[in-house]
């Protein structure tokens, strides 16, 4: 697997989900989205939940942690979740790990698909999945996660928030900064409020996990953006300066959702940036 800085990255998927084409392309009609990808017949694109594991210098690191398994019956046919077949566990085993090695949990929201995998059941009460891990989460996004609003109360779930609350295991950040050596974290707005892309970069290479700043390869146009997203204005503007800081550094893009890219190059073309040499992380 590769290594940039101290770390050594490995993929963590932790299943799948479907979620509504036209939700997820905005103002772009389905005629054009559907050539990049095609929809169920509910309307809903597949999607991933691909983390990402830094492992070294004394630290397990996840960036992420999916879905989860407590959901709902109806919440997952819902959303079609699928994890028999890969989940968080499975991938943390197959490289010898579980959830009591990690010791830093790096969350760039709290929509329930990137952090779900944070708590769990264990009989009639939850606590948190990680024991011996720090959350890293942005403060100005905590607190409007707690406040919630009409917009985003279906994603944030209080069973994925209380826990984490009550754990002690918190850690408030307040803005884009160096979290370890080797570790940035970049706020950013436009999705919802303080959204933290993480970027592991040395002298040789940089990663920018993208988050839902780019949820599929396909929204690197510049338009092509989610009804999701509160501020698409500033999505567009924050999406416009990340390619290109990407396009000049030569980043590396590592996609969560996209159900066909894993990591990508990326370049300018004729009508905006494109993404080349798709490839798994294995071949960074």
Same mark, same amino acid.
């Given at each position: 697997?590769?290594?940039?800085?101290?770390?050594?990255? &490995?993929?963590?998927?932790?299943?799948?989900?479907?979620?509504?084409?036209?939700?997820?392309?905005?103002?772009?009609?389905?005629?054009?989205?559907?050539?990049?990808?095609?929809? +169920? *017949?509910?309307?809903?694109?597949?999607?991933?939940?691909?983390?990402?594991?830094?492992?070294? +210098?004394?630290?397990?690191?996840?960036?992420?942690?999916?879905?989860?398994?407590?959901?709902?019956?109806?919440?997952?046919?819902?959303?079609?979740?699928?994890?028999?077949?890969?989940?968080?566990?499975?991938?943390?085993?197959?490289?010898?790990?579980?959830?009591?090695?990690?010791?830093?949990?790096?969350?760039? &929201?709290?929509?329930?698909? &990137?952090?779900?995998?944070?708590?769990?059941?264990?009989?009639?009460?939850?606590?948190?999945?990680?024991?011996?891990?720090?959350?890293?989460?942005?403060?100005?996004?905590? +607190?409007? *996660?707690?406040?919630?609003?009409?917009?985003?109360?279906?994603?944030?779930?209080?069973?994925?928030?209380?826990?984490?609350? *009550?754990?002690?295991?918190?850690?408030?950040?307040?803005?884009?900064?160096?979290?370890?050596?080797?570790?940035?974290?970049?706020?950013?707005?436009?999705?919802?409020?303080?959204?933290?892309?993480?970027?592991?970069?040395?002298?040789?290479?940089?990663?920018?996990?993208?988050?839902?700043?780019?949820?599929?390869?396909?929204?690197?146009?510049?338009?092509?953006?989610?009804?999701?997203?509160?501020?698409?204005?500033?999505?567009?503007?924050?999406?416009?300066?990340?390619?290109?800081?990407?396009?000049?550094?030569?980043?590396?893009?590592?996609?969560?959702?996209?159900?066909?890219?894993?990591?990508?190059?990326?370049?300018?073309?004729?009508?905006?940036?494109?993404?080349?040499?798709?490839?798994?992380?294995?071949?960074?």
């Amino acid at each position: 697997m590769p290594r940039i800085s101290r770390y050594q990255l &490995h993929t963590i998927e932790t299943g799948r989900f479907s979620l509504d084409g036209g939700a997820m392309f905005g103002i772009v009609p389905r005629a054009l989205w559907q050539k990049s990808i095609a929809p +169920d *017949a509910n309307n809903r694109i597949p999607m991933h939940m691909r983390c990402l594991l830094l492992e070294g +210098d004394g630290r397990l690191i996840l960036v992420d942690n999916g879905i989860g398994t407590k959901y709902p019956e109806k919440f997952g046919k819902m959303f079609a979740v699928d994890d028999t077949s890969m989940n968080l566990n499975k991938s943390l085993a197959a490289l010898g790990f579980n959830e009591s090695d990690v010791t830093d949990v790096i969350l760039t &929201h709290l929509h329930f698909d &990137h952090c779900g995998g944070s708590t769990r059941r264990n009989g009639d009460r939850l606590e948190v999945a990680f024991p011996n891990a720090t959350f890293h989460v942005q403060r100005s996004h905590w +607190d409007w *996660a707690e406040k919630s609003n009409v917009r985003e109360k279906a994603s944030f779930l209080a069973e994925n928030l209380e826990p984490l609350a *009550a754990s002690g295991q918190l850690n408030l950040l307040d803005g884009s900064s160096t979290l370890y050596p080797g570790i940035d974290l970049i706020s950013v707005d436009g999705h919802t409020r303080a959204m933290q892309l993480v970027k592991i970069h040395d002298e040789k290479a940089t990663l920018l996990f993208v988050a839902d700043l780019l949820p599929t390869s396909s929204h690197l146009m510049p338009a092509w953006n989610m009804a999701y997203d509160l501020w698409p204005m500033t999505t567009i503007e924050e999406k416009a300066k990340i390619l290109e800081q990407a396009i000049t550094g030569d980043w590396k893009l590592f996609f969560e959702h996209d159900a066909a890219v894993e990591l990508t190059d990326v370049e300018m073309g004729d009508r905006g940036p494109i993404i080349i040499n798709a490839r798994s992380l294995s071949e960074f």
